[in-house]
């Protein structure tokens, strides 16, 4: 990072952008052909830090995934547009995450029912939920696991 005063590597800190992120962004490549796409996310945590997405059974991501399942993704929160006269004394305060780690298809009903829970605990702070079915056989729960990832308050 260029900016070293406005690196976060403390990892409450971090977890705490993610906590008041909206949405995740997810950049994949293909062939040289990088594609990002933003999506409803979950949060693990813990020793073994995750996050889970969930998509339909086809498209684009999912024949991206199959062929390189290395990932960047992004949060950010905390947008507070300040300026002055000139146009360059404008700037934005913003809080982020950037990282990197391995994103796969989660197979088993258990895994699948897991990484909704969080995907649903991040956006309502519950964790009681039954889930029908028929909709829950055609939802890809998609599982990342973060290799690396940092900080930025600027």
């Excluded at 991501?61 to 146009?87: P, Q, S, W």
């Amino acid at each position: 990072m260029r900016r070293n005063d406005r690196e976060i590597s403390d990892i409450k800190e971090i977890e705490s952008i993610i906590s008041r992120a909206d949405v995740c962004r997810v950049a994949l490549a293909d062939n040289n052909i990088p594609y990002i796409v933003t999506m409803n996310f979950g949060y693990s945590g813990g020793a073994d830090k995750k996050l889970f997405f969930h998509c339909a059974k086809e498209g684009r991501k999912l024949d991206m995934i199959r062929k390189n399942n290395y990932v960047c993704f992004e949060f950010d929160t905390d947008h507070d547009l300040y300026g002055g006269k000139k146009a360059c004394d404008y700037s934005m305060k913003y809080s982020s995450v950037v990282g990197w780690g391995h994103i796969f298809i989660l197979t088993g009903d258990e895994e699948k029912r897991e990484g909704l829970n969080y995907i649903m605990k991040h956006y309502t702070n519950r964790t009681d939920f039954s889930y029908n079915p028929k909709v829950f056989d055609k939802t890809v729960i998609l599982g990342l696991n973060i290799k690396e990832m940092t900080g930025k308050q600027g």
